[in-house]
C-alpha cells in the first residue's frame, strides 16, 4: 500500500514528508487509517541519536489512533470501521515467559518497537504514526472505547499507560500520598490517573507557575523544589513518586521526600544520573526503580480505565506541517500537554 508519512533523512534532521509503502496484509494484521498521532518524547529522543544509531529514513510517532481500513483472514477482534490503538510496540515473541504474561515490553527476545525495529518476519524496519496509514499484527492492536473523543486520546497510548502501569504497579488507591515531578506530556497524565484511582496528589515542579495547571487537573497543590524549606518540611510525605522528568537530573533532593518503605519511579529514559546517596535509601528503606510502558492488555485496561472516568489528555492539535514547530517548543520546555497531529492535514 503506497502511503505518506514524515521522515528525518539523518540526526537530528527535521521531519520532511516521505512517500513509502507499508507491508501486503498478512492473515493476522490490521490495516488502520492514522487519524491522529501524539508527539511523545521519545520521538525527539529517537531522531537525535540519543539512544544511539538509527536506520534513517525514519517516521516516528507512537501514539496512534486511527479507523481500520482492512483486516487479514485469520483476524477475529475487529473489522473495518472500528476505531483503534497503537503504542509503542508492534510485536514479540508471544512466547517467553513476559509475553505469555502480558509485559510484551519485557519480551526476553526483545520487542518491536513501532518505529525503528526490524520487523520480525521480513527484517524490514518499522515506521512510526507520523504517517497516513499503518499495518500492526492483531495483537498489539487496542480498541478506543466510544465514550473517548478520538482527536484527543491518542497519547493515552504511551504517556497514558506508562504513567497507568507504576501507578497501579505501585498499588496506588485511595489515599495513597502520591507525588508527580515534572508537569508534561507524561506528568499531567500520570495526575489525572492518581486523582482518578483516588490517590492525594501533589505535582513537584522548579516552577511555582505550576500551581494553576497542577490544581486544574486534580492535584492538591504544588511542591516547589527549588524552595529548599519547602522541600525540607515535605521530609517523609510521600508513598510513592512518580518521576517523569525527560532530561537528566537529579533525584537525590527527591528521595528524602518519601516516608518508610516509599518508593521513587523513573520512567524517562535518560541516560545517566547524579549517583544516588545512600543515606536516604537506607535510612527509611526507601527505593528507586524504573518502569518501561506497559503490555498490550495493560494498554486497552487504561483506555477502558480513561472511559470509565472520563479521562483525557490535554491536547493541542497541530497540522503535519506544524510538526517541527513543535519538536522546537518541546525541545525548549516541557509544556502541561500533548502537541497531536491531525493527520486528515497529510495527504497523498
Ligand atoms: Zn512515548
Ligand atoms: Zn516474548
Known amino acids: 500500500m503506497k502511503t505518506i508519512g514524515y521522515a528525518a533523512h539523518g540526526v537530528s534532521e527535521e521531519l520532511v514528508p516521505y512517500h513509502f509503502e507499508r507491508r501486503e496484509l498478512r492473515s493476522n494484521d490490521v490495516s488502520i487509517e492514522i487519524l491522529f498521532s501524539g508527539i511523545c518524547h521519545s520521538d525527539l529522543h529517537t531522531i537525535n541519536g540519543d539512544w544511539g544509531d538509527q536506520p534513517y529514513p525514519l517516521i516516528p510517532g507512537h501514539e496512534i489512533i486511527g479507523k481500520v481500513v482492512g483486516v487479514g483472514a485469520d483476524v477475529k477482534t475487529f473489522k473495518v470501521g472500528d476505531h483503534v490503538g497503537v503504542g509503542c510496540m508492534v510485536d514479540s515473541c508471544q512466547e517467553c515467559k513476559q509475553c505469555k504474561g502480558h509485559e510484551e515490553q519485557f519480551c526476553s527476545n526483545g520487542f518491536t518497537a513501532t518505529y525503528g525495529s526490524k ?208 519538536w522546537e517548543s518541546l525541545q525548549k520546555s516541557n509544556p502541561a500537554h500533548r502537541y497531536v497531529i491531525d493527520m486528515n492535514s497529510l495527504n497523498l
Open 119 to 326: 520487523d520480525r518476519v521480513d527484517g524490514s524496519i518499522t515506521q512510526g504514526g507520523y504517517s497516513k496509514h499503518i499495518v500492526v499484527r492483531e495483537e498489539f492492536v487496542v480498541n478506543v472505547p466510544k465514550q473517548l473523543d478520538i482527536s484527543k486520546a491518542a497519547p493515552i497510548l504511551c504517556a497514558g499507560i506508562t504513567t497507568y502501569s507504576p501507578l497501579k504497579k505501585w498499588n496506588v488507591t485511595k489515599g495513597t500520598r502520591v507525588g508527580v515531578i515534572g508537569l508534561g506530556g507524561l506528568g499531567h497524565m500520570g495526575v489525572k490517573l492518581a486523582v482518578a484511582m483516588g490517590a492525594e496528589v501533589t505535582v513537584i515542579t522548579r516552577s511555582k507557575d505550576k500551581l494553576e495547571s497542577a490544581k486544574a487537573i486534580g492535584a492538591k497543590g504544588i511542591l516547589v523544589s527549588t524552595d529548599a524549606s519547602a522541600m525540607e518540611k515535605a521530609s517523609n510525605s510521600f508513598d510513592f513518586i512518580l518521576d517523569t522528568v525527560p532530561v537528566k537530573h537529579d533525584f537525590n533532593i527527591y528521595t528524602p521526600l518519601l516516608d518508610i518503605d516509599g518508593s521513587l519511579v523513573v520512567v524517562g529514559q535518560i541516560g545517566a544520573m547524579e549517583e544516588p546517596q545512600t543515606l536516604p535509601l537506607i535510612f527509611g528503606r526507601r527505593r528507586i526503580s524504573g518502569s518501561l510502558i506497559g503490555g498490550v492488555k495493560e494498554t486497552q485496561e487504561v483506555l477502558d480505565f480513561c472511559a470509565e472516568h472520563g479521562i483525557l489528555p490535554e491536547v493541542e492539535t497541530i497540522t503535519a506541517l506544524e510538526i517541527n514547530k513543535a
